[in-house]
Nanobody, 121 residues
Framework: QVQLVESGGGSVQAGGSLKLSCAAS????????MGWYRQAPGKERELVSSISGDGTTRYREPVKGRFTISQDNAKNTSYLQMSSLKTEDTAVYYC???????????????WGQGTQVTVSS
């Protein structure tokens, strides 16, 4: 049973920083990596950043250069360091884990409970 627990959300002024954490149980990061999504009010959930099992990172264009995804395989924890935050970054942030298939890594199937990030001007 895969369980993901996020922490680190909160309220910050524009230009500030926050670091989100996602602790996983029942999941091995080095296999399929992790993803971070966000959902703003009235908008669809979107993939913000992902890291694959080999450490390859990807970022949504609006957060490139401001957000950094990482993971500590020994702690089974993923991190999303967010800097130079903007009001448009306000959303509920979710970490996600992939379904491990016999043929490889599947879609993001497992979700954390979400953590609120609010950026004020």
């Amino acid at each position: 049973q895969v369980q993901l627990v996020e922490s680190g959300g909160g309220s910050v002024q524009a230009g500030g920083s926050l670091k989100l954490s996602c602790a996983a149980s029942g999941y091995i990061f080095s296999h399929c990596g992790m993803g971070w999504y966000r959902q703003a009010p009235g908008k669809e959930r979107e993939l913000v950043s992902s890291i694959s099992g080999d450490g390859t990172t990807r970022y949504r264009e609006p957060v490139k250069g401001r957000f950094t995804i990482s993971q500590d395989n020994a702690k089974n924890t993923s991190y999303l360091q967010m800097s130079s935050l903007k009001t448009e970054d306000t959303a509920v942030y979710y970490c996600a884990a992939r379904n491990l298939l016999s043929a490889g890594c599947g879609a993001f199937t497992y979700w954390g409970q979400g953590t609120q990030v609010t950026v004020s001007s």
